[in-house]
């Protein structure tokens, strides 16, 4: 079940072409749009929490969990990915 998912993922982002790159450029030109001209502030950190948290969320989903997969699939240390996984709430 969680393989079919995946392959339903996979799918949706092949037709897709539009690399991660112009996803983030195209999310910030509109965020900066919405601003109407005010300065934003920390915007780092919130382009960081933003992105971490799915990013976390997916690969945990993609090795069902097994934090040492996920570990090595982000190229991180276990201690790191839990750490980021307590701040963003995806474990206790």
């Not at 900066?32 to 997916?58: H, M, Q, S, W």
């Amino acid at each position: 079940m969680a393989q079919e998912k995946h392959k339903k993922k996979d799918l949706r982002s092949r037709k897709s072409k539009k690399p991660l790159c112009k996803h983030t450029e195209d999310a910030l030109d509109q965020y900066f749009t919405t601003l109407n001209g005010d300065r934003p502030g920390d915007l780092y950190d919130l382009v960081i929490g933003e992105v971490e948290r799915p990013l976390f969320k997916a690969v945990m989903d993609y090795t069902q969990g097994n934090q040492s997969q996920a570990a090595g699939i982000l190229g991180i240390n276990r201690g790191t990915l839990r750490k980021k996984l307590r701040t963003y709430l995806l474990i206790k």
